[in-house]
């Protein structure tokens, strides 16, 4: 099923990767240390049209296919994965929501800013008590005709304070379960909307997460994301293709973590050889490209069926769970491989392994996708391959 990438998928790449090596490693472990959020970089990321990259071209966007963006996600993850959640969430989960389930109207308006990277958006779903049981929402949206009213607070929000616009989940009829949910795009600098303090996270310690709050937001009819009752649908909907931007940003921080492990085995001798000449690392070594590859080839299959208009939302969720727990093992061993240096900032695989923990959290933790998967087989009844192919 997978083919080589062609001439703009790898420049894609290229680009990303030069971007990575050159503009985000040189500041990245002071970011990471004292929670700077990255926003030149951020502004240069939007410059070079990696913060709309699928959207089109029409609306400002790269037009580019998911395939392309697995890609630019793969490269900046190496090195920063502060950045490449921003580009994840307001790719993945913010244009892609708008663009293919927005009005013309709310495409016109937000789109280009959002794609430009002159505004970034956030994506609100998670509550204090409502994190993998997503259809439990507090937050409510209660219809006044012309305009809803919104009250509710949101967690963990990626972008939080830094946002223009925020992709908000809220319950407008509890009587219907899901079915009364629906999704609204609410400016931040609406009356009413309160942004929480910033956490202080394990790793992606300079993205900007919070708490928001709403109070009393008068939320107009227009900025409604689809029908009434819409709003869980698409939640589920944007965050399957989410998902596949967090597999590959872990696909990235495992093959970070590899890249830097090589140069490090071989520049580092132990016993009169470079420690790669001793099986006890150099099988570390063959272990984590293989977990690697077989990451990348459930990562490309889930974006190549979401380029094809094929049903990727098994797919997105076994690359996530998989690619996440690579990122989670191959970090861990190469921080074992580069021994005492590992454990310290300069040599950056530390900084790799603490930010790999997310990916299995965030966008879905690992049992959800496990639950997604498991729901799916038994009810197809089908094996994987024969569904997809
Ligand atoms: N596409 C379309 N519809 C879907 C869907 C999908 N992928 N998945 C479910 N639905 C629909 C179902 O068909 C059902 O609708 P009907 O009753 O009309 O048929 C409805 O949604 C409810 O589905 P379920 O009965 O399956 O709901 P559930 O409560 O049993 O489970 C779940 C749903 C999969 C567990 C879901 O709650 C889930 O995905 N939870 C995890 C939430 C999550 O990923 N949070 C991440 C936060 S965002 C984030 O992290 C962003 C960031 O900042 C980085």
Request: hydrophobic content about 40%; aromatic content about 8%; proline content about 2%.
């Amino acid at each position: 099923m997978l083919t080589a990438l062609t001439e703009e998928q790898r420049s894609v790449k290229e680009a990303a990767r030069d971007f990575a090596q050159n503009v985000l490693k040189p500041g990245v472990i002071e970011r990471d240390s004292k929670m700077i959020y990255p926003k030149d970089e951020v502004r240069q990321l939007g410059e070079l049209g990696f913060l709309g990259m699928m959207v089109d071209p029409k609306y400002g966007g790269s037009g580019m296919d998911t395939i392309s963006y697995v890609c630019a996600m793969e490269e900046l993850s190496k090195v920063d994965n502060s950045c490449s959640v921003i580009v994840s969430v307001n790719n993945s989960l913010v244009c892609w929501g708008i663009e293919t389930f927005g009005s013309d109207a709310q495409k016109e308006k937000y789109l280009p800013d959002l794609a430009a990277g002159k505004m970034i958006g956030a994506f609100c779903l998670s509550e204090p008590e409502a994190g993998s049981d997503a259809t439990s929402q507090s937050t409510t949206a209660i219809d006044q005709g012309d305009h809803y009213i919104l009250n509710g607070t949101k967690n963990w929000i990626t972008n939080g304070g830094t946002s223009g616009i925020h992709l908000v989940i809220a319950q407008s009829d509890v009587d219907k379960g899901h079915r009364g949910i629906n999704a609204f795009i609410v400016e931040t600098d609406w009356d009413g909307v309160t942004v929480g303090a910033k956490e202080d996270k394990l790793g992606i310690r300079s993205s900007d997460t919070h708490t928001i709050m709403y109070n009393d937001v008068k939320v107009p009819k227009e900025n409604r994301i689809g029908e009434d009752g819409f709003g869980f649908k698409f939640a589920m909907k944007v965050l399957s293709g989410g998902r596949i931007g967090i597999a590959a940003q872990a696909l990235g921080i495992a093959a970070g973590a590899l890249e830097l492990s090589i140069a490090y085995a071989k520049e580092r001798e132990a016993f009169g050889k470079p420690i790669y000449k001793h099986q006890a690392i150099g099988f570390k070594l063959a272990d984590m490209a293989t977990q690697i590859e077989a990451a990348r080839l459930l990562v490309y299959q889930a974006a190549l069926l979401k380029d094809q208009g094929k049903n990727y939302d098994m797919a997105s969720s076994m690359a996530k769970v998989f690619a996440s727990e690579a990122a989670m093992n191959v970090s861990t061993e190469a921080v074992q491989v580069h021994g005492g240096y590992g454990f310290v900032k300069e040599y950056h695989v530390e900084r790799l392994m603490r930010d790999a923990k997310i990916t299995q959290i965030y966008e879905g933790t690992s049992e959800i996708q496990r639950l997604v998967i498991s729901r799916e087989i038994v009810k197809k009844g089908k094996l994987y391959a024969e569904i997809a192919y």
